[in-house]
């Protein structure tokens, strides 16, 4: 793998990895937070539960004669793949051009026998 492959894979795989933390950190803050749509002290009471599919907090409040759920958007689910997906895409770019560069090299092997 040639050195701008290989920054290419460090670098994409550093933006990746940064990413995910922050992903997983604003997870972790809305899993230890409060549910904004009812206050356990006063006038709307409920209750609010974590759930893993789709990631997040789902929370269910009384407020003007109606029960309110507030769950986690579906997309959650689209940035779990695309975050799963991420590392193969410059893996499998340097793997591609790796091969790429052996096969180039045994032309060249075989043009200079020839």
């Not at 990895?17 to 230890?32: D, F, G, P, Y």
């Not at 990631?55 to 407020?63: D, I, K, L, N, T």
């Not at 991420?86 to 790429?100: E, F, M, S, T, Y």
Request: charged share 20%; net charge negative.
């Amino acid at each position: 793998m040639g050195r701008r492959m290989r920054s290419f894979v460090v670098l994409s795989l550093a933006v990746w990895a940064l990413i995910t933390l922050a992903w997983v950190l604003l997870l972790v803050a809305e899993k230890n937070g409060g549910c904004p749509g009812f206050d356990q002290s006063g006038g709307k009471p409920g209750h609010s539960a974590w759930q893993w599919l789709p990631p997040g907090r789902e929370c269910v409040y009384f407020a003007d004669d109606q029960t309110h759920v507030d769950a986690p958007p579906d997309a959650r689910f689209g940035e779990v793949l695309v975050l799963l997906a991420w590392p193969a895409v410059p893996l499998g770019v340097a793997r591609i051009a790796a091969l790429d560069r052996a096969d180039d090299q045994q032309l060249e092997r075989s043009t200079v026998e020839a």
